[in-house]
């Protein structure tokens, strides 16, 4: 089993900041396996899940061409966590964001409300 904790979510106002985190723990993760591309995804109300950005253990980096420049994701694979850090927040990005992790295959997070309601 391998459990994705999100935090950091919250209320800010426009063109505020946040840090979202992403805690990954698990039997399999503690028996030495390694973690492969993790990300973050999110989804507003009444629409699809989209992409965030995703990093690689080794650090390469997407963005979704709609956060480039404003948010930056990083990684602690020592600590086996993702962070989002976002500025320049606007109302459009008001979702629940969602971690993910590629442990042997994708895996999720429960979500986290990031700027509610702008």
């Known amino acids: 089993q391998v459990q994705l904790v999100e935090s950091g979510g919250g209320l800010v106002q426009a063109g505020g900041s946040l840090t979202l985190s992403c805690a990954a723990s698990g039997a399999i993760l503690s028996l030495g396996v390694s973690i492969g591309v993790m990300g973050w995804y999110r989804q507003a109300p009444g629409k699809q899940r989209e992409f965030v950005a995703t990093?690689?253990?080794?650090?390469?980096?997407n963005y979704a061409e709609s956060v480039k420049g404003r948010f930056t994701i990083s990684r602690d694979n020592a600590k086996k966590m993702v962070y989002l850090q976002m500025n320049s927040l606007k109302p459009e990005n008001t979702a629940v964001y969602y971690c993910?992790?590629?442990?042997?295959?994708?895996?999720w997070g429960q979500g986290t409300q990031g700027t509610d309601s702008l």
């Open positions: 990093i690689t253990g080794d650090g390469r980096i």
């Open positions: 993910n992790a590629d442990v042997g295959r994708p895996r």
